[in-house]
C-alpha cells in the first residue's frame, strides 16, 4: 500500500510538470530512436507539424530551402509529422521519411509521428501551444528561440519563404 501511494505521488509529479523550454524534451526521430531537444540549446529551431497529403505539402520544398539557407547561421527545421487534421498523414514512419527524401530531398530533422492537438496532443506540442496557441491545421510552425521558448507562432498558410518568417528569422538569430 506504501509503495502504490508513492508511485501515485511521482505520477503526479509528473504529470503537473510544467516545461520551461523545448529542451526538456526528448522525441523519436523518424527512425525510433530518442532524440533530447536539448541538443538544440542555443539554435532557432522552426518547429513544423507536417503531413504528407495536405494542400500544404509542397511547403516542404520551401522549408527545406530555408532549412539549407539557415543552417549554418544556427536555425534547425524540425518536422513532425502528425495525422490530426483531414487524415492527412496516414502513413508510417517509414513511408513518411521515404515520401520526404525522394518528393523533396529533406534533409532536415524529421521526427515519429504523433498527435499536435487533441486528448492524446504530445507532450512538446501541449508545451508549444500553451506557448504559442493553438495548431489549427498542417504546416503550423513555430519559432523557437536559442533559449528554447516560443517567440511567434504562424499559420499554414504563412509560407517558409514568407517576408514576415523570414524577418522573425534574421531577428532570432541575432
Known amino acids: ?16 510538470f510544467a516545461a520551461g523550454s ?3 524534451f526528448t522525441m523519436n526521430d523518424i527512425g525510433g530512436k530518442a532524440s533530447p531537444l536539448s541538443g538544440y540549446k542555443g539554435k532557432v529551431v522552426l518547429v513544423v507539424n507536417v503531413a504528407s497529403q495536405c494542400g500544404y505539402t509542397p511547403q ?3 522549408l527545406e530551402s530555408l532549412y539549407k539557407k539557415y543552417k549554418d547561421k544556427g536555425l534547425v527545421v524540425a518536422g513532425f509529422p502528425a495525422n490530426n487534421f483531414g487524415s492527412q498523414e496516414p502513413d508510417s514512419n517509414e513511408e513518411i521519411k521515404q515520401f520526404c527524401e525522394r518528393k523533396y530531398n529533406v534533409t532536415f530533422p524529421m521526427y515519429s509521428k504523433i498527435s499536435v492537438t487533441g486528448s492524446d496532443q504530445a507532450p512538446l506540442y501541449k508545451y508549444l501551444t500553451e506557448s504559442g496557441g493553438k495548431v489549427s491545421w498542417n504546416f503550423t510552425k513555430f519559432l523557437v528561440g536559442k533559449d528554447g521558448k516560443v517567440i511567434q507562432k504562424f499559420d499554414s498558410r504563412v509560407a517558409p519563404d514568407a517576408p514576415e518568417l523570414l524577418s522573425a528569422i534574421d531577428k532570432a538569430l541575432q
Open 60 to 62: 516542404y520544398a520551401g
Open 22 to 24: 523545448i529542451h526538456e
Open 1 to 16: 500500500m506504501r509503495l502504490s501511494r508513492v508511485l501515485a505521488g511521482v505520477l503526479m509529479t509528473t504529470a503537473s
